[in-house]
């Protein structure tokens, strides 16, 4: 799989990770199950690995955490969140600098990790990041209990502050062929040396959606979640039915493929809770993207400069 830059960290990453979050973070979904996928995904090249503590209310780091027992590399970028819980199945949120530590310090338990490879503050309003949570965040990594810092927002003036804040390394956002809009956005963060992260590359998959397919908890699970999104997400999901029309493709993997010619990201990330997708998806990397009418433009053009190595691995 194709490396990625990671901002002006010096680091480079997989151009695909696996998000650790949703259904896979249930804890109705099988934990055997959970962890194939995320062994299978690390001998196919991925080297991002994204969860949080409001996944399954702290699931999904513990999953993760035993999915990479005895398997944690140097080379893996494993990214969590701080400032949202769940209580109560309610979201809460607490950017004050007793929870932040607090929720590392639960973090680095679930993953059985002594030091975060990556920390992005969860939801965190541009007027919540102030001097003292900064402070925090520096602290957090003077200690060596976290490396590198960032924030996970779909609010772009929340992104945009945190773009001028030297300490923070790392962006993610909402960007998808749901979202097309979000290229200038996603230019304009890298265009400050921050590594940028796309978040629900699958655009939620919700132009692949079909109710005739109800067959497990999971399926109903996912159709409940897209009950979420605004009536204008469903009109450009219709409209993104062409997806599903490309002979030789099914929809999302050839919504990855697209979200990949944006040369400013430095990963695209996927959840999925079947083997069959996930080997499709990370398949999608190395296929050329077809023409496909209806399809919203991506920017095209090279990625930036990707790492020499590129990891090849066989099918388990």
Not at 94 to 107: L, N
Not at 209 to 227: C, N, Q, S, V
Not at 284 to 309: E, I, Y
């Amino acid at each position: 799989m194709n490396r990625r830059p990671l901002g002006r960290t010096g680091r480079h990453c997989s151009e695909l990770g696996f998000g650790c979050a949703s259904w896979w973070a249930q804890p109705r979904f099988s934990e055997r199950e959970a962890i194939a996928l995320v062994h299978a995904a690390m001998e196919r090249g991925v080297e991002v690995f994204d969860t949080g503590p409001s996944y399954g209310d702290g699931c999904g780091e513990q999953r993760l955490g035993r999915a990479l027992q005895g398997r944690a590399r140097d080379d893996l970028l494993v990214i969590t969140k701080a400032g949202t819980e769940i209580r109560g199945g309610r979201p809460l949120k607490d950017f004050s600098p007793r929870a932040i530590r607090d929720s590392v310090e639960r973090s680095r338990r679930r993953l059985g990790l002594d030091r975060l490879p990556a920390l992005l503050l969860h939801g965190c309003p541009a007027e919540r990041m102030d001097a003292e949570l900064i402070d925090c965040l520096a602290t957090l990594r003077a200690e060596g209990k976290v490396d590198l810092l960032g924030l996970n927002s779909f609010d772009a003036v929340a992104l945009r502050h945190a773009a001028r804040q030297p300490l923070l390394d790392l962006l993610m956002l909402d960007y998808s062929v749901l979202r097309p809009e979000r290229a200038a956005l996603v230019d304009e963060l890298a265009g400050a040396g921050k590594a940028v992260i796309a978040a629900a590359g699958l655009g939620r998959a919700l132009y692949a959606l079909d109710w005739t397919r109800l067959r497990r908890p999971r399926d109903l699970w996912y159709w409940l979640r897209a009950l979420g999104p605004s009536r204008a997400d469903w009109q450009r999901a219709r409209a993104l039915r062409c997806l599903g029309k490309v002979p030789g493709w099914n929809g999302p993997p050839l919504a990855l493929r697209w979200a990949l010619q944006q040369p400013r990201l430095s990963c695209v990330l996927f959840n999925t809770t079947r083997m069959q997708h996930l080997v499709e998806n990370l398949d999608a990397a190395r296929r050329d993207m077809p023409l496909v009418p209806g399809l919203p433009r991506a920017k095209p053009g090279p990625v930036q400069q990707a790492s020499a190595r590129q990891v090849h691995h066989a099918d388990p």
